[in-house]
């Protein structure tokens, strides 16, 4: 275990939808990634945040934001759902504020769009 | 443009047989490189990491070694068990700076025949 905690486990929703994720870190991280897992793309860095900022962006799409909460949780909000999208979504979290330290993955929330 | 190649993409051996995993990278200014096993239905698990300020480090059964001139770095596994089956990830930090991201290659699943 992680200690890195996502919610849901699973989400089933309709094209066109909107979604939130959602993921706490490790007690005393202050950084939060969020990655999306598919078959065809592998894990993609999506977005960073660090301490409330966002501190780092990938390959994320404009449909999607994310926030951090002053209690260091982050939602990650995917609005008008494609097919594409189902994937895997993971959430890591590390103590220090770039991609140069220990990540700690949670266990990934499943989305499936159809 | 910057990424992480790994090889090779599906990996079998025999219970106490060894595996090698190995990676490349392509930005020199590169310096952390973690590994990552990922079993089925769970989030990425850091395994094992090294700097670019050591050549190899090892833990218990698994080592990591890095090249830096030649920008490879490889995960080694001894006396594999049935439980080392998963998929496994290396990565690297790219982008330099404050701007370090982790860039995952597409994973090699490894199986581990009894």
């Known amino acids: 275990d992680s200690g890195v905690t996502q919610t849901p486990k699973h989400l089933i929703t309709a094209t066109g939808q909107r979604v939130t994720l959602r993921c706490s870190p490790r007690s005393g991280d202050l950084s939060v990634y969020w990655y999306q897992q598919s078959l065809d793309q592998g894990l993609q860095f999506l977005i960073q945040?660090?301490?409330?900022?966002?501190?780092a962006k990938g390959n994320i799409l404009e449909r999607f934001s994310a926030q951090q909460f002053p209690d260091l949780h982050s939602e990650l909000n995917l609005s008008s759902l494609e097919l594409g999208d189902s994937a895997l979504y993971f959430c890591?979290?590390?103590?220090?504020?770039?991609?140069?330290?220990?990540?700690?993955f949670g266990p990934g929330t499943r989305l499936t769009v159809t | 443009g910057e990424n992480v190649e790994q090889h090779p993409s599906t990996l079998s051996v025999q219970e106490g047989d060894s595996a090698v995993i190995k990676c490349t990278y392509s930005?020199?200014?590169?310096?952390?490189f973690p590994w990552y096993k990922q079993e089925l239905g769970k989030g990425p698990q850091l395994i094992i990491d090294i700097r670019s300020n050591v050549g190899e480090k090892k833990d218990q059964r698994i080592a990591v070694t890095l090249n830096k001139t030649a920008k490879h770095f490889s995960l080694h596994i001894t006396e594999t068990q049935p439980e080392d089956s998963a998929v496994y990830f290396c990565a690297a930090n790219l982008g330099g700076g404050s701007n370090y991201k982790l860039t995952f290659g597409k994973g090699t699943l490894l199986t581990v025949n009894p």
């Open positions: 890591a979290s590390s103590v220090h504020p770039d991609g140069s330290y220990e990540q700690y």
């Open positions: 945040y660090y301490n409330g900022e966002e501190r």
């Open positions: 930005d020199s200014a590169s310096n952390y």
